[in-house]
C-alpha cells in the first residue's frame, strides 16, 4: 500500500472548471496532495477551504467538483486544499480514512515533523498561513449517522458567523489533538463542517448548498443572524489500551466491550443518568478513560458500570458517537457534555 506523499502539488486557476467527470476521476487526475487556487471577482481578497484530510469523507470534495465545475465564480479568489489524496486512493477508493500503516492525519499537525505525514501537514499549515485567507472550512463526514454541525476552537463573532452559514450548531473544542484547527494563523475565522454521515447523499446536497454561499457570497457576516447552539469545552470518551469494540443489540461475549448499535441516534440529545450505552465483558472498564484538558482523567465521575452495564452517571449530551469499531479503538467512542 503507497505512503502519504508530503509535497504538495500546486494547480492555479484551472481553465474550464476541475478535471474529471466527478470527484473519484479527480482524485485519479490529481494523484497527490493538492492546493488549487481559482480566481474572484475580487482578487483583493481570499477564502480557502480544505477537504478530505479523512480519506472516507469526500463530501466537501464533491460539493467543490460539483461548484467548480459549473459556472460558479467565487466572490474572492480561493484556495482549495485537496489533502488524504493517497489515504482516498487506496483500494478500495475512498474506503480508508488514513492509509491503515500511519496516523490519522488530522492528528499530525503538531510539531515537530519528522513523518511524512507530518510533513505533509507543516506543508499544509504553510501554504494557508501564505495565503493569508479571510475565512477556512474544512469539510468533513460523520463516520455514523449525525445532524450537520460545525466545530471551532474558539467562539468569537466570526466564527460564529462562519459556522453560522453552515448549521445552527456549534462545538467548540478547547482540547489539543493535532488537529487542523489548532495549529491555523491566529486570528483566521475557521470551522470544521460536518456535513453528516459518509455515503450519504444528504450530506452532499448539504455541502453543495452551503459551501456555495461561501463561496458566492459577497461579505461574509461578521456576526450569526440566527441563534448558534455551543455546546462548549466537551470530554471525549476513549479506550486508553486497545479493547476488541462490537456494535449489537445484544452482548457479543466473545469482544471485550460491545456499544449498542444504534448509539448514534443519541447523538445531540440530552440524555438522562442511567442510560444505557453497552455492556463490558469482564472488567474492561478499566481501560476507558476521559480526559479533561488538564489530563485527568474523570472517567469516573461522568460514567459507571453495573454487573457489565456501561452507563451515564450524570445527564449529559452526547455527540460524535460512532458506529465504527476501528474509530472507536483509534480514535474515540463519542464526545460528552455533563450538564
Known amino acids: 500500500m503507497p505512503a502519504t506523499q508530503s509535497k504538495i502539488t500546486v494547480i492555479n486557476n484551472p481553465g474550464s472548471g476541475l478535471p474529471g467527470e466527478n470527484h473519484r476521476e479527480l482524485l485519479q487526475h490529481l494523484g497527490s496532495p493538492t492546493w488549487i487556487t481559482v480566481k474572484g471577482r475580487d482578487s483583493t481578497r481570499r477564502r480557502a477551504i480544505v477537504t478530505l484530510l479523512h480519506g472516507n469523507e469526500p463530501s466537501g470534495l464533491i460539493a467543490v467538483h460539483r461548484l467548480l465545475s459549473g459556472d460558479l465564480e467565487p466572490a474572492t479568489d480561493l484556495g482549495i486544499m485537496i489533502a488524504a489524496v493517497d489515504a482516498a486512493l487506496s483500494e478500495p477508493m475512498l474506503s480508508h480514512r488514513y492509509i491503515p500503516t500511519e496516523k490519522d492525519l488530522n492528528r499530525c499537525f503538531s510539531p515537530p515533523y519528522s513523518t511524512s505525514q507530518e510533513q505533509l501537514a507543516g506543508n499544509i499549515i504553510d501554504i494557508i498561513s501564505d495565503y493569508e485567507p479571510e475565512a477556512l472550512i474544512d469539510t468533513h463526514n460523520t463516520s455514523a449517522h449525525s445532524r450537520p454541525f460545525c466545530v471551532a476552537v474558539r467562539e468569537d463573532s466570526r466564527t460564529q458567523a462562519i459556522a453560522g452559514l453552515f448549521s445552527d450548531t456549534l462545538?467548540?473544542?478547547?482540547?489539543?489533538m493535532g488537529t487542523l484547527l489548532h495549529h491555523l494563523p491566529a486570528g483566521l475565522p475557521a470551522a470544521t463542517v460536518e456535513f453528516g454521515g459518509f455515503m450519504d447523499p444528504n450530506a452532499d446536497l448539504l455541502a453543495?448548498?452551503?459551501?456555495?454561499?461561501?463561496i458566492s457570497i459577497d461579505q461574509l457576516p461578521h456576526s450569526p443572524g440566527t441563534p448558534i447552539r455551543t455546546l462548549r469545552h466537551p470530554l471525549r470518551l476513549e479506550t486508553e489500551h486497545h479493547l476488541d469494540v462490537a456494535y449489537s443489540s445484544s452482548i457479543d461475549e466473545s469482544r471485550d466491550l460491545t456499544i449498542i448499535n444504534t448509539i448514534d441516534q443519541l447523538n445531540f440529545h440530552s440524555v438522562s443518568a442511567g442510560t444505557p450505552l453497552g455492556w463490558f465483558t469482564a472488567h474492561e472498564h478499566r481501560n476507558l478513560v476521559?480526559?479533561?484538558?488538564?489530563?485527568?482523567?474523570?472517567y469516573g465521575e461522568y460514567f459507571s458500570h453495573t454487573d457489565g452495564l456501561l452507563q451515564t452517571r450524570v445527564p449529559m449530551t452526547i455527540f460524535m458517537a460512532t458506529t465504527d469499531p476501528v474509530v472507536a479503538n483509534n480514535d474515540c467512542l463519542l464526545y460528552f457534555t455533563p450538564h
Open 171 to 176: 462545538v467548540v473544542i478547547d482540547q489539543q
Open 290 to 298: 476521559a480526559r479533561n484538558i488538564s489530563g485527568k482523567d474523570t
Open 208 to 214: 453543495t448548498e452551503t459551501l456555495r454561499r461561501f
